[in-house]
């Protein structure tokens, strides 16, 4: 498979059929990864759609002889935005990982259809958050590809043992984050928190999607945004709409690329089922 070049710095939807995957090559050390659709019918030689895995290995930075993502960004646990995710771990160092409560709660549940990279995903996390604790033990920083941030609140919180995270591995709603895998990075890349909302921690997956505004900075100010809303549906996107515009700051609703929430469904334009 010939390489797909990565540009020096932007954002890459994958073709991936209905599901996301979303490359944000920040610069020339740091790339974020934000969901993953990797199927196995893209390894056909009349595929249609891209083997994200193989590319990114292929076309990442390297650290340590092997392929450096500085972040993966997981928006929720739907197999469609977290197949490949074991293949990745087992090609790729993943330097943080950005989780929300969500798969927590849906981890411990008997009954949650949870897919086998959402586990894979889970596990991975879980001991990130023991890694970290036991570096904050010791006085110390986690090492790359030990790190976590948790991004969201849960009312059950204190059942879960990231609750003990010290607070910079925790954000949540009305939050930036200008640092990736420890690194400041906050004169090229800023990702500002919409979403999941407390309120909805223990909704329909979906509603507990993160949500971001993204913004790449430009030197000459020249910035470019993304909006990324995973799946989040009507109601909880109009909660973002309401509460920006409350708290004034619209900017933060801005974009000059957006990826349609939720694959284009129409539960994102209409409030059950019915046009408003």
């Known amino acids: 498979m010939a390489a797909t070049p990565m540009p020096r710095r932007g954002i890459m939807f994958w073709p ?28 056909r030689d009349d595929a249609v759609v891209t083997p994200v895995v ?19 960004v997981l928006t929720h646990a739907d197999q469609d935005h977290c197949r490949g995710f074991a293949d990745l771990l087992e090609v790729v160092t993943i330097g943080e990982l950005w989780a929300t409560p969500r798969l927590w709660r849906e981890y411990e549940d008997a009954e949650a259809v949870i897919c086998d990279d959402a586990r894979a995903f889970q596990e991975e996390a879980e001991r990130r958050v023991r890694a970290t604790r036991a570096a904050a033990a010791r006085g110390e920083q986690p090492a790359s590809g030990d790190r976590i941030l948790v991004v969201g609140y849960d009312s059950d919180r204190e059942r879960h043992a990231y609750a003990d995270l010290p607070p910079e591995y925790l954000t949540g709603p009305g939050h930036a984050v200008t640092a990736l895998d420890g690194d400041d990075v906050s004169t090229a890349f800023e990702a500002f928190i919409h979403a ?5 921690c223990a909704a329909a997956r979906n509603e507990t999607s993160l ?3 993204v913004t790449l900075r430009d030197p ?3 910035d470019a945004t993304v909006l990324l809303l995973g799946d989040l549906a009507h109601d909880t996107i109009m909660k973002i709409f309401t509460y920006s515009e409350a708290h004034r700051r619209e900017e933060r609703l801005a974009w000059d690329v957006l990826l349609a929430p939720h ?14």
């Open 16 to 43: 991936v059929g209905t599901g996301d995957s979303t490359t944000i090559v920040v610069d020339e050390d740091h790339v974020v990864q934000v969901d993953l659709h990797d199927m196995a019918q893209a390894d």
């Open 54 to 72: 193989d590319v990114l290995a292929a076309c990442l930075p390297k650290r340590h002889g092997r392929p450096y993502l500085a972040v993966f």
């Open 196 to 200: 999941p909302f407390k309120d909805d």
């Open 211 to 213: 949500a971001l505004q």
């Open 220 to 222: 000459g100010g020249a």
């Open 263 to 276: 694959h284009c469904s129409k539960h994102v334009m209409y409030a059950g089922g019915e046009l408003q």
